[in-house]
């Protein structure tokens, strides 16, 4: 491989944009990660911006990132997280890789091509003198699902395989995959009685867009619908979709719309919240809670629809043919609807939706602690500053029953209020559950200690696929999760 080494340019400076009290010290790393990367590349022409934002969900909507990204293109434009968060984190690396991928922008290199030789470049100022040997033609399109769009594990995976790959070690194996049935979704491919609708919003599909194997011209209003199968580009968020789509292109990016028949959703959304690979129990419990959900939470957003993300359930498309049987195979749950809730792990410590959020049952449902998840115990520290930001933005006040926290001499505050808060302001790890306690300290901050990933409340995914690995069924865990209190009056 014959290397291209680029000529040493002036820095071109950026239009700087969001936090302009952040620009300094941006600048600064900019600078010195512009010279550095000059070997990978030759700087595009033109007029560029950075956008450091203000707070973590701004970041996230406009780019549609995923907790772990700090910097993202879009555009012309380089969006950044918040400066609390980039300042925590090694602010050079993440600026080689994100020029390196912009000095690499019509170069027309694979997906996986161009992030390994991003990663590369946050530790080396020039390419090596031969990069290693290529994989087969269909492990590279893997790669490259993956890191368009794949589950988290997948692109886990990829990641960790590109790194061995940069320091030719042993490279490890893909996840497993289940190859769905052709005719799964035969039956459900139409609207029903009972339909469902899940909508991507635009500010989160961004860039080209091609269906099926043809392009979209983006021209904002315009609208296509599809019947039947439909298949994304491998660069978009989406993954294919069986059902009725409509997409239309919006000034922010793409719309979708996906109206699917109701097991078919109870599918996608326990597949995106567990994985194809948990455990079939597992997946049958969950089933059977998101059934009753569905009877109690009919208006979620404006027009009854849904949407893909926690706030309902995550959805990234249609679900492989295996957990379309856990779906056919679930228990029939007596639970109240209104209290049929999930959560990602309640680190063996579970609320009851009492405490949570004032009404509903005051019993909290079983969990166990599982060794090996991340979110068993946590430990965070808000600033002073950060607090005073929670403080101003909310109202003090509980309803009986209901778990609170004082700041200093203010409140109690509602702890899922504060949770919520904690996380649009400054990233959804800041605060990650309700169970939890707080120490006040003198400078205004304050220590939390917790345990769990989410509310807390309902069945606990990280329990369902502990105890469905030790051999419970799906009706063992759902009589372990949900109190005899919870059940249908």
């Not at 993202?72 to 300042?87: C, K, M, S």
């Not at 050079?92 to 020029?99: F, I, N, P, S």
């Not at 001499?409 to 919520?420: C, K, N």
């Amino acid at each position: 491989m014959v290397l291209f080494v680029a000529p040493s340019l002036p820095f071109v400076a950026p239009t700087f944009e969001g936090d302009l009290g952040a620009q300094g010290a941006v600048e600064e790393s900019l600078r010195s990660a512009f010279t550095a990367t000059a070997a990978q590349g030759a700087w595009p022409t033109g007029s560029w911006r950075i956008f450091i934002h203000p707070d973590a969900v701004s970041f996230e909507t406009a780019t549609g990132a995923p907790p772990g990204r700090s910097g993202q293109w879009v555009g012309d434009t380089l969006h950044l997280r918040p400066w609390d968060q980039l300042r925590r984190r090694d602010l050079g690396a993440v600026l080689r890789h994100e020029l390196t991928h912009r000095r690499l922008t019509g170069k027309g290199l694979r997906r996986w091509v161009e992030e390994a030789r991003c990663l590369w470049a946050e530790a080396h100022h020039r390419p090596p003198k031969a990069w290693p040997g290529l994989p087969p033609l269909p492990f590279q399109e893997r790669l490259d699902r993956a890191l368009a769009g794949g589950t988290t594990r997948d692109q886990v995976w990829a990641y960790r395989w590109l790194r061995a790959w940069l320091r030719r070690e042993s490279l490890p194996e893909p996840p497993s995959r289940r190859v769905p049935e052709p005719d799964a979704w035969v039956k459900e491919a139409g609207t029903s009685a009972d339909p469902v609708t899940v909508v991507w919003p635009a500010e989160r599909l961004r860039g080209p867009l091609t269906v099926n194997g043809q392009p979209l011209s983006h021209q904002p209003g315009k609208t296509w619908r599809f019947q039947g199968r439909v298949r994304f580009s491998d660069t978009f968020l989406v993954r294919d979709l069986r059902g009725t789509v409509k997409i239309r292109a919006e000034s922010q990016g793409w719309q979708v719309s996906w109206t699917i028949a109701r097991p078919a959703w109870i599918a996608a959304a326990t597949e995106g919240e567990l994985g194809a690979e948990a455990p079939f129990e597992s997946r049958r419990a969950l089933a059977a809670v998101l059934d009753r959900w569905l009877e109690g939470h009919p208006n979620q957003h404006p027009g009854g629809t849904l949407c893909p993300l926690t706030h309902c359930a995550v959805v990234r498309g249609t679900a492989s043919a295996d957990t379309v049987r856990a779906v056919r195979r679930a228990p029939e749950l007596d639970l109240d609807p209104r209290w049929a809730f999930f959560t990602g792990s309640a680190g063996g410590w579970s609320l009851s939706s009492r405490e949570v959020w004032g009404e509903g049952p005051a019993d909290p449902g079983g969990s166990v602690e599982v060794q090996g998840d991340r979110w068993l115990s946590w430990e965070r520290t808000l600033s002073a500053l950060q607090v005073a930001a929670l403080k101003r933005d909310l109202k003090p006040g509980l309803i009986p029953g209901q778990r609170g926290l004082k700041l200093g001499d203010s409140g109690p505050y509602a702890m899922e209020d504060l949770r919520l808060a904690a996380g649009r302001h400054f990233g959804w790890t800041t605060w990650p559950s309700n169970a939890c306690e707080g120490e006040w300290r003198t400078d205004g901050s304050l220590r939390l200690k917790g345990c769990g990933w989410g509310h807390n409340v309902g069945l606990c995914l990280a329990t369902a696929r502990f105890r469905a690995t030790n051999g419970a069924t799906a009706e063992q865990i759902l009589t372990e999760a949900f109190p005899a209190s919870w059940r249908t009056p």
